[in-house]
């Protein structure tokens, strides 16, 4: 852990950072939404449309997910998916019908607030535009959000490193002014930082990895952006820094 190096060296950065970039599942709302979209909603659909029981139905499509796999920009298209398994709705009726089950973590919600007056706030997330724009509907927070990304409505991709740069070209802000943190290792950490944003690693459930830029939740990381602070300089590599393992 160098956690107190960092905090030093970072006090001596003031304000790079114009925009905070968050994730949306896992990191802002709880991922059970979309575990009650793919492993509930859609088989049993499934199973109701072929005539066969909830558990044969749930077999069939959780194959057919991973056979696809989440490093698949597909995994995220809830479209793609209503359009193979001919389910006869569209993904609008379906998310707004079941918007219910969005539930928002309470260090996100708090977090939002407290950095929302002092930089521009954005997501970028590797689910369609749609979900994103319903989740942060529900819980009520879409408001504080100056741009919504999706990775997967916007270019068609996953969150890799040329996404984040191209990200940055339409938002029209240098990478090292954006501070993006989010739940998965690769998409939110690696891929970011290797596109020079400021990534944070958002670890809520106890995992192994350590580092000054792993947080466990979002109270953590807001508690970094200190009055006149920028965070830390940009990288000079843009690489993955070695202390996150
Ligand atoms: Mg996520």
């Known amino acids: ?30 991922s059970a939404f979309n575990d009650v979209i793919w492993l509930q909603v859609i088989p049993e659909l499934y199973g109701r449309i072929h005539d066969i029981a909830f558990a044969e139905a ?29 389910l006869g709705v569209t993904q609008e009726e379906l998310l707004r019908r079941h918007g219910h089950h969005v539930r928002a973590y309470p260090d996100a919600v708090d977090a939002v607030r407290r950095l929302r007056d002092r930089f521009i706030l954005i997501v970028n997330s590797g689910m369609s535009d749609e979900f994103i724009r319903v989740k942060l509907e529900q819980v009520g927070l879409r408001e504080h959000f100056q741009h919504l990304f ?19 070209e339409l938002l029209q802000v240098s990478p090292a002014e954006i501070v993006h943190v989010g739940d998965h290792y690769d998409y939110d950490y690696v891929a970011a930082r290797r596109a020079g944003l400021q990534a944070w690693f958002l670890q809520r459930d ?17 508690d970094h952006f200190n009055e006149g602070d920028g965070l830390e300089a940009p990288n000079s590599d843009h690489r993955p820094r070695g202390e996150v393992r």
């Open 206 to 222: 106890g995992g192994s990895r350590q580092g000054p830029f792993v947080v466990s939740d979002l109270r953590e990381f807001a």
């Open 1 to 30: 852990m160098r956690r107190e190096s960092h905090l030093s060296r970072h006090n001596a950065d003031h304000g790079i950072t114009r925009v905070v970039s968050f994730d949306v599942d896992g990191t802002i709302v709880e």
């Open 58 to 86: 749930r077999q069939h499509v959780t194959r057919a997910y991973e056979a696809i796999g989440e490093y698949d920009v597909r995994w995220y298209q809830l479209d793609y998916w209503l359009d193979r398994f001919q």
């Open 150 to 168: 999706s990775a997967v409505s916007l270019f068609h991709v996953v969150k890799t490193h040329h996404y984040y740069q191209r990200m940055c």
